[in-house]
């Protein structure tokens, strides 16, 4: 697979793929997305195909501006034009009632639609040549390690996406935030780098949190309970506990994702360190975790970070790759 720069030139090509039902995988601010037309039913479906993904789980549709939401969604409320006035192009998604047009292959047979404008230069450009709405999730295969280099795209779906446009690796490195306005309250579903205290302090009231995503009705991207996960057994755990697993398997080829910690090296374990700041922990944190998985180890071990607010998206994250938390 053929990486392309983002050239005007090459901008130009993948939104002519786009308009012939292929794929194209373009960075955002977040993660790499994989993109087709979102108005192309059957365009849409080869997205499926390609990451492995079930048909029930819906897409993020990316558009290049709030304005053209209503193409989209219906009974807009005032809440959304708040969040877009303050905070749009930025990694925020929301989810609304969708139109009666809209095809259900989109939305997860749902009525409801996640719509977006990225806060990435390449990804606005591309969605102001092509005019409409590109769906698009993270471009690996299901339930994987999401990417945040253009190469982490070609190594893991290959010729599966027609054109790959690389932006550089992506600064914020952790999905979206995603915000359900389609019912009586704000609900967070998914944390991001927009944190939970941000949303109320522009809409003010308070945003819910469900304590258990499975008993809510409208389902979004990254509910699954394993998810952004590498292919090696990973544990995430407290730095008290560090010595006691490294200990005990002494004699297995470990990787080791630190916080913050001295963790020296042996001949059986390989150690990455990233730093307690939040911002570059989750730049880094899914390309660091497909270089530990890429080592073919027994076991990935990674340091819990902090619990607070900053951190509420990588400690989601590694829910969620992980097998178990240890405290």
Not at 27 to 32: D, G, L
Not at 75 to 95: H, R, T, V
Not at 165 to 191: K, Y
Request: hydrophobic share 40%; glycine share 6%; charged share 20%.
């Amino acid at each position: 697979m053929t990486i392309f720069n983002a050239t005007t030139e090459n901008i130009e090509r993948a939104t002519q793929c786009l308009k012939n039902g292929g794929l194209v995988a373009f960075p955002t601010e977040t993660v790499y997305g994989l993109g087709a037309d979102a108005s192309n039913p059957d365009a849409v479906k080869h997205i499926f195909t390609a990451k492995n993904r079930p048909e029930n789980h819906p897409l993020i549709v990316h558009l290049a501006s709030f304005e053209q939401f209503d193409l989209w969604a219906q009974d807009i409320p005032e809440s959304a034009f708040k969040l877009a006035e303050y905070f749009f192009p930025s990694p925020l998604a929301l989810i609304l009632k969708k139109r009666p047009e809209v095809s259900e292959v989109v939305t997860g047979g749902q009525k409801t639609i996640a719509l977006r404008v990225p806060n990435h230069p390449v990804a606005l450009e591309l969605l102001r040549t092509f005019g409409g709405g590109i769906a698009a999730p993270s471009a690996n295969r299901f339930c994987r390690i999401s990417p945040t280099q253009a190469q982490h795209v070609a190594d893991e779906l290959g010729e599966s996406v027609d054109m790959i446009l690389d932006g550089g690796a992506c600064q914020i490195g952790v999905e979206s935030t995603i915000l359900d306005l389609s019912g009586d309250n704000p609900t967070l579903l998914r944390f991001g780098q927009i944190t939970r205290s941000e949303l109320e302090s522009v809409l003010k009231t308070e945003v819910f949190v469900p304590d258990s995503l499975s008993k809510i009705t409208v389902k979004t991207a990254g509910m699954m309970a394993i998810h952004y996960a590498p292919t090696t057994p990973a544990v995430c755990c407290g730095n008290d506990l560090l010595p006691v697993f490294l200990l005990a398997w002494e004699d297995k080829k470990i990787g080791v994702l630190t916080c913050g910690s001295n963790i020296p090296f042996t001949p059986n374990r390989t150690v990455i360190s990233l730093p307690v700041d939040s911002v570059i922990y989750a730049q880094n944190l899914y390309a660091k975790l497909r270089e530990l998985d890429a080592l073919k180890l027994d076991l990935i071990l990674v340091e819990q970070p902090p619990k607070n607010e900053m951190w509420d998206a990588i400690n989601d994250r590694l829910s969620k790759a992980t097998s178990s938390v240890y405290d």
